[in-house]
């Protein structure tokens, strides 16, 4: 039996190795140590921050953030409802109320409904703690159109940044938008550390405090000394030396990916219906990192439906995945107030994401590609 295709499958080589066993010999095996701190600064470096803060998950920085900008009950965040549980949890642990925001046509938060959701909520008298946009699937959100529209409105912005790590958007890399930003090295995620995170800003004070509280909020004295709530969100040591490796490999990993997305783009290029998120009426996806591709299955033209193709690529080895159900068809926040224009449903709904994980092979591209065809009748 052939070897089953992975959506998005941690790529580790000897360079990852050579950097874990050089943190495992060096004795830095507890939490932190100098591995971190290199961790920390590369990657401060790589997306164009003063400063980072490398904690267990994305999600912690995202709780960090937030923490910061005063989200609490009584206030709003308003975010994408095309996201990852975990933008609305982080959202949810610090008692705030989350508002969601519908879809442009490349799945990022509609730039215009947001600013307007945003100015409605403030119409109301409502206090929002933040905006906090994602870049999904690899791909930044029109920072262009967003301008400094919140600014002049006064709403930090959080960047959940989460699955773009090597994306730029007019030649500032993700990461790099806003007030905070945070990163996810969760295992499916375009570089890993097996699970970790990162919180990046400008702000050197927002990343002091953010690592106090992340050290269970210990105060500077000679016995355990605690004036308020803390957590335990730091990276360890041996975690950070894979992501040293990871982030040396990320720029041939991102091109790997891209050339992925290209084979998908010429395999499936002449299927009616057939579209590539990202590329769809001529977008270009030249800046993202490529981490997942997604394809459409327009219903007028298809008759094969997203779960049908999944169910049949599954039943040969290959693993593909709806898009993220949106946050305000979830049961969980079924009663939470929402901005829909109907996008994000419409993307759930005919969105199938394929294999895109840097270490496939031509030849399993190309199998999924055969695959596809045949499960869409056109062979
Ligand atoms: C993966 C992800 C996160 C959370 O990251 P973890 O490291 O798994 O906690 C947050 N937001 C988005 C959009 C993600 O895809």
Redesign the pocket.
């Given at each position: 039996m052939t070897d089953r295709i992975h959506l998005s499958k941690a790529h580790v080589t000897d360079v990852e190795e050579k950097y874990v066993l050089e943190a495992l010999r060096s004795g830095w095996v507890a939490p932190l140590g100098p591995m971190v701190d290199r961790f920390e600064r590369e990657v401060a470096d790589r997306c164009g921050v003063r400063g980072a803060l490398a904690?267990?998950?994305?999600?912690?920085?995202?709780h960090l953030a937030l923490l910061d900008v005063g989200a609490a009950p009584g206030t709003a965040v308003v975010l994408p409802t095309m996201?990852?549980?975990?933008?609305a949890?982080?959202v949810a642990y610090t008692g705030a109320e989350p508002i969601f925001v519908d879809s442009d046509i490349d799945g990022n938060v509609d730039i215009d409904l947001l600013v307007e959701t945003v100015g409605a909520l403030l119409a109301e008298g409502r206090t929002i703690a933040a905006v906090m946009t994602?870049?999904?699937f690899g791909r930044c959100c029109d920072y262009t159109a967003l301008g400094d529209r919140l600014e002049v409105l006064e709403v930090p912005l959080i960047e959940?940044?989460?699955?773009a790590l090597g994306a730029t958007h007019g030649d500032r890399p993700a990461g790099s938008f806003g007030r905070a930003a945070?990163?996810?090295?969760?295992g499916?995620?375009i570089m890993t550390t097996s699970?970790?995170?990162m919180l990046l800003s400008d702000d050197v004070n927002l990343l002091e405090r953010a690592r106090y509280l992340s050290t269970q909020a210990r105060q500077p004295a000679a016995w355990y000394e605690h004036t308020e709530v803390g957590y335990n969100y730091r990276l360890s040591n041996v975690l950070a030396a894979l992501g040293v490796g990871q982030l040396e490999r990320l720029a041939s990993m991102i091109a790997r990916r891209r050339e992925i997305r290209n084979r998908y783009a010429a395999g499936l290029a002449d299927l009616p219906g057939v579209t590539l998120l990202g590329r769809t009426d001529g977008l270009d996806d030249s800046e993202d990192n490529h981490w997942l591709t997604c394809i459409t299955l327009d219903p007028a033209q298809v008759s094969t439906d997203p779960t049908t193709l999944m169910g049949g690529l599954d039943s040969v080895g290959i693993e593909a995945r709806h898009l993220?159900k949106p946050m305000h068809l979830q049961p969980v926040h079924a009663s939470r107030r929402a901005a829909v224009n109907g996008v994000s449903e419409r993307l759930f709904a005919t969105g199938v994401t394929l294999p895109s994980g840097s270490e496939l092979a031509d030849e399993q591209i190309d199998r999924v590609i055969v695959e596809i065809r045949l499960l869409l009748g056109a062979a």
């Amino acid at each position: 039996m052939t070897d089953r295709i992975h959506l998005s499958k941690a790529h580790v080589t000897d360079v990852e190795e050579k950097y874990v066993l050089e943190a495992l010999r060096s004795g830095w095996v507890a939490p932190l140590g100098p591995m971190v701190d290199r961790f920390e600064r590369e990657v401060a470096d790589r997306c164009g921050v003063r400063g980072a803060l490398a904690l267990s998950s994305g999600t912690a920085a995202l709780h960090l953030a937030l923490l910061d900008v005063g989200a609490a009950p009584g206030t709003a965040v308003v975010l994408p409802t095309m996201t990852f549980a975990a933008s609305a949890n982080a959202v949810a642990y610090t008692g705030a109320e989350p508002i969601f925001v519908d879809s442009d046509i490349d799945g990022n938060v509609d730039i215009d409904l947001l600013v307007e959701t945003v100015g409605a909520l403030l119409a109301e008298g409502r206090t929002i703690a933040a905006v906090m946009t994602v870049d999904l699937f690899g791909r930044c959100c029109d920072y262009t159109a967003l301008g400094d529209r919140l600014e002049v409105l006064e709403v930090p912005l959080i960047e959940d940044a989460a699955e773009a790590l090597g994306a730029t958007h007019g030649d500032r890399p993700a990461g790099s938008f806003g007030r905070a930003a945070a990163l996810s090295f969760n295992g499916n995620k375009i570089m890993t550390t097996s699970g970790g995170g990162m919180l990046l800003s400008d702000d050197v004070n927002l990343l002091e405090r953010a690592r106090y509280l992340s050290t269970q909020a210990r105060q500077p004295a000679a016995w355990y000394e605690h004036t308020e709530v803390g957590y335990n969100y730091r990276l360890s040591n041996v975690l950070a030396a894979l992501g040293v490796g990871q982030l040396e490999r990320l720029a041939s990993m991102i091109a790997r990916r891209r050339e992925i997305r290209n084979r998908y783009a010429a395999g499936l290029a002449d299927l009616p219906g057939v579209t590539l998120l990202g590329r769809t009426d001529g977008l270009d996806d030249s800046e993202d990192n490529h981490w997942l591709t997604c394809i459409t299955l327009d219903p007028a033209q298809v008759s094969t439906d997203p779960t049908t193709l999944m169910g049949g690529l599954d039943s040969v080895g290959i693993e593909a995945r709806h898009l993220w159900k949106p946050m305000h068809l979830q049961p969980v926040h079924a009663s939470r107030r929402a901005a829909v224009n109907g996008v994000s449903e419409r993307l759930f709904a005919t969105g199938v994401t394929l294999p895109s994980g840097s270490e496939l092979a031509d030849e399993q591209i190309d199998r999924v590609i055969v695959e596809i065809r045949l499960l869409l009748g056109a062979a």
